[in-house]
């Protein structure tokens, strides 16, 4: 019997790429070429590996998801949202806190902004699982950086097409007053917009497989919410058993640069916790051997 393994992309975009010259177009804009915002290092080869697993292993897989960083220009976490003491912007990897902002260190450059601004900050720490980091304008709706590699695009696409299926994507961030790294919920959920609440829709579709392999960039950010909270809604909801239906395909991962204690812990936890770690060539048997090859 068929099973059923659902294959989940977290953010696999142009932007978080360190992609080389070939891949770069140009931009008739700047009268230069395109380049990405905010590239991991080890990201492209990363894209690679995920690519010619899903050629290769595609009659096996029965559902693709992609999630999308999808941010607007002006954003908590971009350096337009903020001033120093100095009338500047703030450098990207500026991380603010929420006494910076009483000390008045940083401002937000509105200053109608500042409750709102101010109590996020103070919902962010309280939830002491990450300080406000500003990003480099990042994945920006309609932008190029917003794209998805076009290995990724391709090997996608062509499961599409032997499947008679629809890949799901899956946009977060669009919210310019929470992070959203998790494809699961914003990192402060706005009462006032769903699209930050609960995505459970999205854990609901995944509860449906019996194995749910994650790939995808950041491994220190977006990949690692995005599965922390998965693993908890599916612990919640099958127990251990359900720890053990998520594997993260290691070598199409990659941490931020400069966060990689960070990945670290993270895959020993997730292991300690159940979750398998695995390599691409070792899910790619699986989902061969599900494909009856």
């Known amino acids: 019997m068929k099973h059923k393994l659902h294959l989940l992309v977290i953010d696999p975009q142009n932007d978080f790429c360190d992609l080389p010259p070939a891949y770069l177009p140009e931009n008739p804009a700047t009268k230069g070429v395109h380049a990405p915002a905010l590239p991991v290092p080890g990201a492209h080869q990363d894209m690679l590996r995920l690519a010619g697993l ?3 292993g595609r009659h096996g897989l029965t559902a693709i998801s992609v999630t999308l960083d999808s941010h607007h220009r002006y954003d908590i976490a971009h350096p337009g949202f903020w001033l120093n003491a100095e009338g500047a912007a703030p450098e990207p990897f500026t991380q603010i806190t929420a006494a910076d902002v009483r000390e008045k260190k940083f401002l937000p450059r509105d200053s109608a902004a500042l409750p709102r601004a101010l109590a996020y900050l103070d919902a962010l720490e309280q ?6 980091m500003i990003w480099p304008v990042h994945c920006e709706i309609g932008s190029w950086g917003h794209n998805v590699h076009e290995d990724v695009r391709s090997a996608y696409n062509r499961w599409e097409d032997a499947a008679l299926g629809t890949v799901a994507k899956i946009t977060k961030g669009s919210n310019p007053w929470t992070e959203h790294y998790s494809a699961v ?3 402060v959920p706005d ?7 609960l995505n459970q829709a999205l854990i609901d579709r995944l509860a449906e497989a019996d194995l749910v392999y994650i790939a995808g960039e950041a491994g220190s950010h977006c990949v690692k919410a995005t599965a922390e909270h998965i693993a908890a809604q599916f612990a919640a909801r099958f127990g251990e058993e359900g720890l053990r239906r998520l594997v993260l395909i290691t070598d ?10 960070q990945y ?5 936890e997730m292991e300690e916790s159940g979750v398998r770690l695995a390599q691409s060539g070792d ?3 699986e989902l061969l051997l599900n494909a009856g090859r």
């Open 191 to 197: 009462s006032a917009d769903p699209d930050t609440q």
């Open 54 to 56: 899903i050629n290769r």
């Open 264 to 268: 670290q812990d993270f895959l020993e």
């Open 283 to 285: 899910v790619l048997q």
């Open 252 to 261: 199409c991962m990659s941490p931020v640069a400069g966060f990689c204690d």
């Open 185 to 187: 919920m914003a990192e």
């Open 127 to 132: 939830a002491e699982r990450y300080r406000l």
